[in-house]
């Protein structure tokens, strides 16, 4: 099993680093919540072990950041808040379990390879469909009605957004930190402007609109 620790103290850090790999598995780490993030976005893990109070980035920005993103990897939170306010904050920011400090290493690396095991038994997504549009992560292809549609590399990841997402309404600040992954002016056109490009493959020459503009809020991806 491949893990990925987030912890700022380079201490505890480091016991579980070594701890995990006397247990015959492997373990890289983190020491703030940026380069947690860079790391779990781009590796293949198979759980994070993520600290909820980081530098730079806190643990359940890290989450809520990449279940934004679509990954599906099971988080484990570590922290010294332990109330049940606290647990359900964590929960609902997309943490899989919850374990308070102090905590036993026995108890840890259960709980790890618990949700390594219910990991193993997901069907992850990876064609998403609305209406007659569909989108192959795998094969990176996109088509509608039977006909393919070529798309930018940044038109595709957000339309991927869009479609992940269907039916719910996305905000332009959603689009900014999940599609860009940079905090933009909010006043920019540059959303406006990769819109109006998407839209105009996916819905020139078909009868009925998928992208929706809702005013004052964002945009939908929906089959009317």
Request: aromatic share 8%.
């Given at each position: 099993?491949?893990?990925?620790?987030?912890?700022?103290?380079?201490?505890?850090?480091?016991?579980?680093?070594?701890?995990?790999?006397?247990a015959?598995?492997?373990?890289?780490?983190?020491?703030?919540?940026?380069?947690?993030f860079?790391?779990?976005?781009?590796?293949?893990?198979?759980?994070?072990?993520?600290?909820?109070?980081?530098?730079?980035?806190?643990?359940?920005?890290?989450?809520?950041?990449?279940?934004?993103?679509?990954?599906?990897?099971?988080?484990?939170?570590?922290?010294?808040?332990?109330?049940?306010d606290?647990?359900?904050?964590?929960?609902?920011?997309?943490?899989?379990?919850?374990?308070?400090?102090?905590?036993?290493?026995?108890?840890?690396?259960?709980?790890?390879?618990?949700?390594?095991?219910?990991?193993?038994?997901?069907?992850?997504?990876?064609?998403?469909?609305?209406?007659?549009?569909?989108?192959?992560?795998l094969?990176?292809?996109?088509?509608?009605?039977?006909?393919?549609?070529?798309?930018?590399?940044?038109?595709?990841?957000?339309?991927?957004?869009?479609?992940?997402?269907a039916?719910?309404?996305?905000?332009?600040?959603?689009?900014?930190?999940n599609?860009?992954?940079?905090?933009?002016?909010?006043q920019?056109?540059?959303?406006?402007?990769?819109?109006?490009?998407?839209?105009?493959k996916?819905?020139?020459?078909?009868?009925?609109?998928?992208?929706?503009?809702?005013?004052?809020?964002?945009?939908?991806?929906?089959?009317?």
């Amino acid at each position: 099993m491949k893990i990925l620790i987030i912890e700022d103290d380079r201490e505890a850090a480091s016991f579980l680093k070594k701890a995990f790999s006397e247990a015959g598995h492997t373990a890289d780490v983190a020491m703030d919540g940026e380069t947690g993030f860079a790391m779990a976005d781009g590796g293949s893990y198979d759980v994070f072990v993520i600290d909820r109070m980081l530098p730079r980035r806190d643990g359940l920005s890290v989450i809520a950041g990449l279940r934004a993103k679509g990954n599906t990897v099971p988080a484990l939170i570590l922290s010294a808040l332990g109330e049940v306010d606290d647990r359900v904050t964590g929960l609902r920011a997309g943490g899989d379990d919850y374990l308070t400090k102090p905590y036993a290493f026995s108890e840890l690396l259960a709980r790890v390879e618990v949700l390594k095991r219910r990991a193993g038994s997901r069907e992850v997504e990876t064609v998403y469909r609305v209406g007659d549009l569909e989108l192959d992560r795998l094969s990176h292809t996109v088509r509608r009605g039977g006909q393919d549609i070529v798309l930018q590399p940044r038109e595709f990841r957000l339309l991927e957004y869009l479609m992940r997402h269907a039916g719910q309404v996305v905000t332009r600040t959603m689009l900014l930190e999940n599609v860009w992954d940079y905090h933009f002016d909010p006043q920019t056109n540059v959303i406006d402007v990769h819109i109006s490009r998407l839209r105009g493959k996916i819905e020139k020459g078909f009868d009925k609109p998928v992208l929706h503009t809702v005013r004052g809020a964002g945009y939908m991806i929906r089959a009317d």
